[in-house]
């Protein structure tokens, strides 16, 4: 019976990629790094894998990636107000830079937002104004995090009775079970 649930939130997910103005092409992504403390930014989502792993695009120099590397465990939240469905994944992140994935990703970007990737100086680092900015020509700090999910947790608002489902993933198989609301 959870399978509906199961192909419904796949499908959320995919909409996320391909419909523009889907609620799930953006996420609110957290990280827990140095200090313990829980961080949290939003991202877009930038593919949704055969196996449901979960590509985003950033800086290599970003703060994110710091704590990655700490710890790669992250959650991911979405939520789609139209029909009150919020999904929330845990999974381990990866970091990829500089391989055949990176570089196709890379040439599918429009040349205008790759600039993006390409500020002279770290994202977070403190200028005098904002329209100081400065831009690399060649280089840039493109890379890719891979989120492979092992839970999922659906939750659909709705009368009489509110739905949450928990996937967890043992070994390539998603088990699943009803929870109270
Ligand atoms: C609508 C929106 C979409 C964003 N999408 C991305 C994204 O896809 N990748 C990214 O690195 N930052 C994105 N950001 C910026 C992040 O929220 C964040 O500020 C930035 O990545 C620095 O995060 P960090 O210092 O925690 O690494 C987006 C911000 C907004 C408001």
């Known amino acids: 019976m959870s399978e509906i649930f199961f192909k419904e ?18 996420c609110t992504f957290a990280t827990v790094g140095n ?6 930014r ?13 590509i985003f695009y950033t800086d290599k120099r970003s703060k994110k990636l710091i ?4 710890n790669n465990k992250v959650s991911i939240l979405f939520y789609n107000p139209k029909n009150l469905l919020q999904l929330k994944i845990e999974g381990l992140a990866r970091v990829r830079i500089d ?13 205008n937002h790759r600039k993006d990737y390409t500020t002279s100086k770290a994202p977070g680092t403190s200028i005098p104004n904002p329209d100081l900015i ?10 890719i ?4 999910p092992f839970k999922l947790e659906y939750l659909k608002l709705k009368r009489p009775n509110h739905i ?7 070994d390539i198989d998603w088990h699943s079970e009803f929870l109270v609301p």
Request: hydrophobic share 35%; with cysteine.
């Open 42 to 54: 939003t991202l877009v989502l930038r593919e949704v894998t055969q196996n449901l792993s979960l």
């Open 164 to 170: 949450r489902v928990r996937f967890s993933k043992a």
């Open 145 to 148: 995090i891979e989120v492979e």
């Open 99 to 111: 391989d055949a994935i990176v570089e196709k990703h890379w040439s599918s970007i429009q040349s």
């Open 67 to 70: 704590h990655i590397k700490e």
């Open 35 to 40: 200090e313990r403390m829980a961080r949290l």
């Open 9 to 26: 939130l796949k499908d959320e997910l995919q909409k996320g990629v391909s419909e523009k103005n889907h609620p799930f092409r953006y």
């Open 134 to 143: 400065e831009y690399l020509n060649k280089e840039n700090h493109f890379c």
